[in-house]
């Protein structure tokens, strides 16, 4: 007789372990239904073009280009002279094969636009609705520590960051 409850006790974990599953699931198409759809796909392409892994990363982290539809990249680009208060201008070539990266490999985000609160600032992914609903419970205190310096610096606190990985079971506040 003991190797049946044995057997059933295997089969107890992966009911078990399939109906957490099914909940998990269950949770993301809840946020879908209130609006709160996440960015897909958010690893960076292979083909990501060096002038873009460069310059768009002199002055702060690389952004994935999953993390903004199209039509935010592109005003993104229009805008570069004034970029959040920077210059960030670079020669017409440059600045062409960039955009048509960030459109092509931002495809899977379908989000609608979510202009900045900011007037005159191209649309922020750290003022997204979506953003803003996965850090509810980070307070702005720890956003202004010294040593993440802000909500734009993704990589502060989500190590790889750079190469899309946003899995909160890896995220870790710095002091
Ligand atoms: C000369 C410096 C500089 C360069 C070069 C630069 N940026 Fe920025 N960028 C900034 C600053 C400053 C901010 C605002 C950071 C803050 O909130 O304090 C910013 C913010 C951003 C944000 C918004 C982050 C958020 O809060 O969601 C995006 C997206 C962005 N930059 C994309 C780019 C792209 C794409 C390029 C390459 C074409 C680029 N940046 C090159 C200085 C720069
Ligand atoms: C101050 C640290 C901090 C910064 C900076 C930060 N995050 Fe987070 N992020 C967190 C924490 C903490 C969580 C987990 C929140 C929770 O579980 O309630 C999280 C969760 C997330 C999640 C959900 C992960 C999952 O597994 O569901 C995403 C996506 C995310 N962050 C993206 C970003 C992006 C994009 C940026 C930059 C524009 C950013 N974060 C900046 C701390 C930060």
Known sequence: MKPIVARSTVAGLALALT???FSLADDDDHHERKGYKRPKRLAVPNDAPLVWKE??????MLYAPGLLPADA??????????????????????????????LRASTANRLPV????????????????????KHDEVSEAKFQREAVGGSFNCVACHRDAERGDF???RVKIPR
């Open 167 to 169: 899995d909160d079971d």
């Open 73 to 102: 990249w592109r005003q993104q680009m229009q805008t570069l002279d004034e970029h959040y208060g920077s210059n960030a201008t670079l020669d017409p070539v440059q600045e062409r094969d960039i955009l048509d990266f960030l």
């Open 19 to 21: 109906l957490a599953g």
């Open 55 to 60: 310059e768009c990363a002199a002055c702060h």
């Open 114 to 133: 979510e202009p900045s609160p900011t007037a005159g600032e191209p649309p922020r992914i750290s003022q997204t609705r979506w953003f803003e609903h």
